[in-house]
């Protein structure tokens, strides 16, 4: 499992760095100009319904207009819940509860994939398993009682008794176990349940990395209801935190507040530095179960001896939405979102000049340069936005892209009909405007990750 997790770390920490930061500065170092040069005929044939229109997104605040002035401070509890409604992302249901709306389902779709891919890549298979578990599961493993007043507990119309599982230890140990003894060599076997996650192997090392340079921190924590003998939060410092966190400031000693008893201010680690005290969001929970649970549903394997062994089992669970909102709570501005590269609901948007204005023919050119990006670079197909509401100005326009925090935005203006065709292109997150050729723009963006 060390080994597996070593190979996620690998694997995930490169990819989210550079999603996280900076996209590729030097595009000279990009291969040139290798894309074919789409028929521009042939491409304007197509039905205009391939290219996403800001107009026709269910995006509901871009779409009236709702400024910032509009809605009262007290709605909202912390800068990223505010930009997210000004952004039309999300919109309250009941309280606590929000409907994630188009362009925030499709971060959180990316997310998904970020980390299929990555549990595919160290062997990870996905399963689901039902959200309602019977009751009886959760007595034989003692949480039914545990649990307690937190647990959703509901009755059918037979009067069978059951909970909507928030995690599926019970679950997962008993598919396990219902398979009869297992032999070594299926060992380990790693199951991801979406959106949670479980690992069950024979021996653990679970130091995983969830967010590379979103600076997350591994701190020792709770088992709390779960269990088993060692868990590991990953904690995101910020402000709005939940949790309290102990770091040291001389070794890599940190701990969840709730870990350590009242009054510690020395490192147990190192015995030299002082603990800090700061605030993080959890985005990941690991735990060493142990035979927790493989020791009440009898989850065992043959090991080489051909000897039945009681299976030792971990889990961690990754919050999907909690790790894009803490995302966007560290890394925007209070005007604007800045999202993790890779996970912006749509990389590029290009905005053509209001309707009756002296460039009038840009329109056409604006879907054309939409179809031609994406003939030019498949991996940008439908991640680029045409904002086609040319009743209002550039600056208008651009300010609703501004606070959204497309990667890239895109202004066809007057150079773009000169005889040859320059875009302005603002990139957000550094803030760089540049003028580009087609040619130029094409290389820029082929540096752009997705997923
Ligand atoms: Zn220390």
């Given at each position: 499992m060390e080994f597996l997790m070593h190979q996620f770390r690998q694997r995930l920490l490169p990819r989210l760095p550079r999603a996280l930061t900076t996209p590729c500065k030097s595009h000279s170092s990009c291969a040139p100009g290798h894309a074919p040069k789409p028929n521009s005929t042939d491409s304007?044939?197509?039905?205009?319904?391939?290219?996403?229109?800001?107009?026709?997104?269910?995006?509901?605040?871009?779409?009236?207009?709702?400024?910032?002035?509009?809605?009262?401070?007290?709605?909202m509890t912390c800068k990223s819940q505010r930009l997210m409604l000004?952004?039309?992302?999300?919109?309250?249901?009941?309280?606590?509860?929000?409907?994630?709306?188009?362009?925030?389902?499709?971060?959180?779709?990316?997310?998904?994939?970020?980390?299929?891919?990555?549990?595919?890549?160290?062997?990870?298979?996905?399963?689901?398993?039902?959200?309602?578990?019977?009751?009886?599961?959760?007595?034989?493993?003692?949480?039914?009682?545990?649990?307690?007043?937190?647990?959703?507990?509901?009755?059918?119309?037979?009067?069978a008794e059951y909970c909507l599982g928030p995690t599926h230890e019970e679950a997962v140990t008993e598919l396990l176990a219902s398979q009869g003894t297992m032999s070594y060599r299926q060992l380990p076997c790693c199951?991801?349940?979406?959106?949670?996650?479980?690992?069950?192997?024979?021996?653990?090392?679970?130091?995983?990395?969830?967010?590379?340079?979103?600076h997350v921190?591994?701190?020792?924590?709770?088992?709390?209801?779960?269990?088993?003998?060692?868990?590991?939060?990953?904690?995101?410092?910020?402000?709005?935190?939940?949790?309290?966190?102990?770091?040291?400031?001389?070794?890599?000693?940190?701990?969840?507040?709730?870990?350590?008893?009242?009054?510690?201010?020395?490192?147990?680690?190192?015995?030299?530095?002082t603990l800090v005290e700061s605030k993080g969001i959890e985005v990941g929970h690991t735990f060493y179960l142990g035979?927790?649970?493989?020791?009440?549903?009898?989850?065992?394997?043959n090991n080489s001896q051909n000897k039945p062994v009681v299976t030792e089992m971990g889990c961690f669970g990754l919050g999907v939405t909690r790790i894009l909102a803490a995302a966007i709570e560290v890394m925007s501005t209070e005007e604007a979102i800045h999202w993790p590269w890779v996970l912006a609901p749509y990389q590029v948007c290009v905005i053509p000049p209001k309707r009756g204005s002296k460039v009038d023919e840009v329109p056409?050119?604006?879907?054309?340069?939409?179809?031609?990006?994406g003939e030019a670079l498949p991996g940008l197909r439908g991640e680029v936005v045409l904002d086609d509401r040319t009743q209002m100005t550039?600056?208008?326009?651009?300010?609703?892209?501004?606070?959204?925090?497309?990667?890239?935005?895109?202004?066809?203006?007057?150079?773009?009909?000169?005889?040859?065709?320059?875009f302005e292109v603002i990139c957000q997150q550094t803030g760089e405007t540049v003028f580009l050729s087609r040619d130029g723009l094409i290389d820029l963006l082929r540096c752009v990750e997705t997923v």
């Open positions: 304007i044939s197509r039905p205009i319904a391939h290219i996403p229109l800001v107009s026709r997104l269910f995006q509901p605040s871009n779409l009236r207009d709702v400024g910032q002035e509009s809605r009262t401070p007290s709605e000004q952004a039309g992302l999300i919109h309250p249901s009941n309280p606590g509860c929000y409907y994630y709306l188009p362009a925030i389902v499709r971060s959180m779709e990316k997310l998904v994939r970020l980390i299929d891919q990555e549990m595919q890549g160290i062997g990870g298979q996905k399963l689901d398993m039902p959200s309602l578990c019977s009751a009886e599961l959760w007595k034989r493993s003692e949480r039914w009682d545990l649990m307690g007043k937190e647990l959703f507990r509901l009755r059918d119309r037979h009067g199951s991801i349940r979406s959106p949670e996650s479980s690992v069950m192997s024979q021996n653990l090392d679970l130091d995983f990395y969830v967010a590379g340079s979103l921190v591994k701190v020792q924590a709770d088992t709390g209801n779960i269990g088993g003998e060692l868990s590991h939060e990953f904690q995101l410092p910020a402000d709005i935190g939940e949790d309290v966190l102990l770091v040291c400031d001389h070794c890599s000693f940190s701990a969840n507040t709730e870990t350590m008893e009242s009054g510690w201010t020395g490192c147990p680690k190192c015995q030299q530095g035979t927790r649970y493989s020791h009440i549903f009898n989850a065992t394997f056409r050119l604006a879907e054309e340069l939409v179809l031609t990006l550039i600056g208008k326009r651009l300010k609703d892209a501004y606070r959204l925090g497309y990667p890239y935005v895109v202004v066809l203006g007057q150079k773009a009909v000169e005889e040859t065709p320059r």
